[in-house]
């Protein structure tokens, strides 16, 4: 890793009392960001990680739901939590959810596994339906960094289902 990540990185884990209040902000994208800032941290994983869950579990705003699921997914990569991909597979398995959470959860248990991909997730991921939330998925911070040719959540979703064969837009 590049010797100024690191020491980004560092400094973030150093100055994380400063950046929890951001957390409950009253604008959605501080709080997108905050999560996406906090999963570069390089230790106290468990209480970022809290931190995020209990966010989480108040959050509104659909693209900061995404947000705070994919940061959460990021450190517990990191930290080799072994619980992750079941609360990821929980969350995009249940139906009751909000069609966001659910893909948000499904791109998170595929960046924590390396098992074949479910059936009812390929059908998840490739329902027209998911294609709706394009827009807010490129509101997203992991997400834009991914899609470098700015075709959106589908490019994504493909890449990450069928890595091997070239995307060709519709």
Do not use: K
Request: proline share 9%; hydrophobic share 45%.
């Amino acid at each position: 890793m590049d010797w100024t990540i690191q020491a980004a990185r560092a400094a973030i884990t150093a100055d994380l009392h400063l950046l929890f209040p951001f957390l409950p902000n009253p604008d959605p994208e501080v709080r997108s960001a905050t999560a996406f800032v906090l999963a570069t941290a390089t230790g106290e994983m468990p209480r970022i990680s809290s931190a995020l869950h209990s966010r989480l579990a108040v959050e509104d705003d659909p693209a900061v739901r995404v947000s705070l699921i994919l940061a959460i997914a990021q450190l517990a990569r990191e930290d080799q939590d072994e619980h992750a991909p079941a609360w990821a597979r929980a969350l995009w398995s249940d139906a009751a959810q909000p069609l966001e959470t659910r893909v948000g959860a499904a791109l998170a248990w595929l960046c924590l596994v390396d098992d074949p991909v479910p059936d009812e997730l390929r059908t998840l991921l490739t329902d027209p339906c998911t294609d709706q939330l394009n827009e807010l998925f490129q509101q997203v911070p992991w997400l834009p960094p991914v899609d470098y040719y700015g075709s959106g959540l589908r490019r994504c979703i493909h890449e990450m289902l069928t890595p091997d064969v070239p995307w060709h837009s519709a």
